[in-house]
């Protein structure tokens, strides 16, 4: 009797054998891997289960089956696809100028692509900061917030030059908000990758994961 109850479920509920793949790589993995990344404690980051594709469904709610041929293409949790390849300097710092300099503090792009105040443009509108804001959801992590404000608050003082993820966000003496705040420097830790994870081996260019926020799938 048992047999057959568990047969009608599995045709009336349509329970299939799970998939596994590699977050990162985007190919199929088995049980051994699994367990590897499972005893790691990676398994969340590094591995995608989900149902086999039905070539009839549409896209699935987190980004799986989009591609029917590469089903984990699209998902949570994995790459970005690059245009161009990464340009880093010396230890995945950031790139230089091409005249050898260093490029312009993040500040100082901030305060000038996304002003604070009145700043009437005839060329971009609010539109351009919803497109910003929209944008830098899909890329932040709640997880890179808790570490710069919670576990690394001291990428500003002088113990942050010896934690290679602190980036201390440096402020300057004009900005428009903080030239009359004393404050000089945002505590800022480098974004989560698969290599600080475990994915992938360190040694090569960190590549960020993206995540699929459901308000934003029409």
């Known amino acids: 009797m048992l047999p057959v109850l568990l047969l009608l479920f599995a045709v009336f509920c349509d329970v299939r054998a799970a998939l596994f793949y590699d ?16 005893k790691a404690n990676t398994t969340f980051w590094c591995v995608n289960e989900f149902e086999p594709c039905d070539p009839n469904e549409g896209r699935r709610v987190d ?18 696809t690059r245009v161009l390849p990464p340009v880093f300097d010396k230890d995945f710092e950031p790139k230089k100028a091409a005249s050898g ?7 100082v ?13 005839q060329r971009l509108t609010q539109l351009a ?15 890179d917030t808790i570490n710069y404000i919670l576990w690394r608050p001291y ?4 113990r942050g030059k010896n934690d290679t993820y602190c980036v201390p966000n440096k ?27 475990g994915c992938i081996p ?3 260019s960190p590549e960020r994961r993206h995540y699929v926020h459901l308000p934003f799938l029409g």
Not at 23 to 38: F, L, N, Q, T
Not at 101 to 107: E, F, K, Q, S, V
Not at 109 to 120: E, Q
């Open 23 to 38: 977050s990162y790589y985007g190919v199929p993995i088995g049980m051994d891997e699994v367990k590897r990344h499972s």
């Open 63 to 80: 980004g799986t089956c989009n591609n029917i041929r590469y089903p984990n293409r699209g998902a949570g949790h994995t790459p970005f």
């Open 101 to 107: 300099n260093d490029l312009p503090l993040p500040r």
């Open 109 to 121: 792009l901030r305060t000038n692509l996304v002003s604070v105040g009145k700043v009437p443009s």
């Open 129 to 143: 900061i919803h497109a910003f804001v929209f944008l830098s959801s899909d890329v932040v992590s709640l997880h």
């Open 155 to 158: 990428c500003c003082a002088p």
């Open 171 to 197: 402020i300057p003496e004009n900005d428009p908000v903080h030239r009359f705040s004393g404050h000089r420097c945002l505590n800022m830790t480098r974004p989560e990758t698969f290599q600080s994870i």
């Open 202 to 204: 360190k040694g090569s």
